[in-house]
């Protein structure tokens, strides 16, 4: 009821959800009250939380963001919400966020832009927009996001919380709503790293409904939080402190650092040679993936459908020409071009084989330290309508997508501000080692 009562206050200037549901979530809190009575109640029983919308959520609107699906009711749940329902969470509704996840601003819902709650004319990051911003201003302790190249861990620094991508396979894709299917991964979004820590407890492990999803056994995420941490081994990616990052935001990632090694760690230097191509890469495959998710909606089987099509092409073009905004289509164009015949070794065949080699780049840190630490964002967040220009906007994600593309885990923590907005300190480590992260993040806070 509090929650509730914040997020009619405080929303209608923030615009994080898109959907509240609150007669859900008041039945919810109800069966988790009776839950604890009977003793059953476990870590999250109670526990509200938020979810992005692209996330399927059976009887509740799922858009996406979108015009497309802007009357779109799941008839299902996607996994990770069934699994947050099966350990008591209340959800208080569905989060705002960059129309089918594409963006670094939150500007491109077709639901409008959100705010952060630090500084009203600043942009809350993206895709995650909404679920950063609502867990920031205390709508929600903690909400679901989703990164495919950064809108987990971008998001997160912006508004100053915490935020996990975990490995590529690490959590079940099932009943999210695709945008690149070889990047996508689902992961918690909160206050510190601990409470992240439940959610990943939640919410890991093999689904069999997701091809991807690996059966690999899930650890108690909670356990090693709070493991010393002499010894740690720290690289710091030369690539991830040149040209384009802010100093001050720099200056607070390297203050982080020098408390690391406060508590016993040692830096040094890395490098990761292959980072500059990150960007050109990420920007043909993702492109390439989502031309191909996006092509079923053709106004036949679910979502917008235009009216009085004459014929069958015209239905296509018009429901997608109406149901689409600009960087969706952007995204389509430069996406069935790099697929085409006489394109697809040019550009998708070779950006794969560069991705290769950025996963390599990580690895071989990773054979000498046990982390890596830089900026999760290059500034901090800027202004609404400050970045017009798309290309402007994928530089942007400098920082956070090599991640995707070599599939290990990363997880962005508050580390001071930059001209009174939130700086993040991102933390990378190899595959499966989201305790390793949880457990260093833990110890920052
Ligand atoms: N900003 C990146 C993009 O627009 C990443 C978005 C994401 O991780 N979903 O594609």
């Known amino acids: 009821e509090h929650l509730l009562a914040r997020i009619e206050r405080l929303d209608g200037t923030l615009n994080s959800f898109i959907t509240v549901t609150a007669e859900q979530a008041l039945a919810a809190a109800d069966a988790a009250d009776a839950a ?10 109670g526990v509200p939380v938020a979810i992005k919308d692209l996330f399927c959520t059976e009887g509740v609107l799922t858009t996406a963001g979108s015009r497309m699906l802007a009357d779109f009711v799941s008839p299902y749940d996607a996994t990770v919400v069934e699994r947050l329902k099966a350990a008591g969470t209340v959800s208080l509704g569905k989060l705002n966020l960059d129309e089918f996840a594409m963006g670094s601003s939150n500007e491109n819902s077709a639901f409008g832009a959100v705010k952060n709650p630090w500084d009203s004319r600043a942009v809350p990051g993206g895709s995650s927009g909404g679920s950063a911003a609502a867990v920031a201003a205390g709508l929600a302790p903690a909400a679901m996001g ?15 919380i915490t935020g996990l991508k975990p490995t590529y396979g690490r959590v079940s894709r099932w009943g999210i709503i ?6 996508d991964q689902a992961g918690p979004m909160a206050r510190s790293a601990a409470d992240c820590a439940l959610l990943m407890n939640a919410i ?18 909670t356990e090693e939080l709070a493991a010393p941490l002499a010894g740690l081994k ?8 040149g040209d384009g990052l802010a100093p001050e935001v720099e200056a607070a990632v390297r203050e982080a650092v020098k408390v690391y090694e406060s508590l016993g760690a040692t830096v040094r230097e890395v490098s990761l040679p292959h980072t500059h191509y990150a960007i050109p890469a990420y920007y043909v495959i993702a492109p390439a993936e989502a031309s191909s998710n996006l092509s079923r909606y053709d106004g036949v089987r679910f979502g917008h459908r235009c009216k009085n099509p004459s014929d069958l092409i015209d239905l296509y073009k018009r429901s997608r020409a109406e149901g689409f905004g600009e960087e969706v289509k952007r995204r389509i164009l430069i996406g069935t071009h790099t697929l085409s015949e006489g394109f697809f070794d040019a550009y998708y065949k070779k950006a794969q084989q560069v991705r290769r080699l950025i996963r390599q780049d990580f690895l071989d840190a990773f054979e000498e330290v046990d982390v890596l630490m830089g900026p999760a964002s290059p500034t901090p967040a800027f202004d609404l309508g400050a970045n017009k220009d798309p290309v ?8 956070t997508i090599a991640v995707n593309l070599a599939g290990i885990p990363g997880i962005s923590v508050p580390a001071g501000f930059a001209g009174g907005r939130p700086v993040g300190l991102q933390i990378l480590g190899t595959h499966f080692a989201e ?5 260093v993040a833990h110890q920052f806070q």
Do not use: K, W
């Open 146 to 160: 989703t990164d495919t190249g950064g809108s987990i861990r971008q998001p997160a620094a912006f508004c100053g």
């Open 204 to 221: 890991a492990g093999h689904d069999h409904r997701d091809s991807t999803s690996v059966a690999r056994g899930v650890p108690d995420y």
């Open 234 to 241: 720290i690289g710091l990616p030369r690539e991830y402190f």
């Open 36 to 45: 604890r009575a009977r003793g059953e109640a476990g870590a999250l029983t």
């Open 178 to 183: 695709a945008y690149a299917s070889s990047l």
């Open 435 to 439: 305790p390793r992260l949880l457990n």
């Open 392 to 399: 402007a906007m994928y530089l942007q994600d400098i920082y």
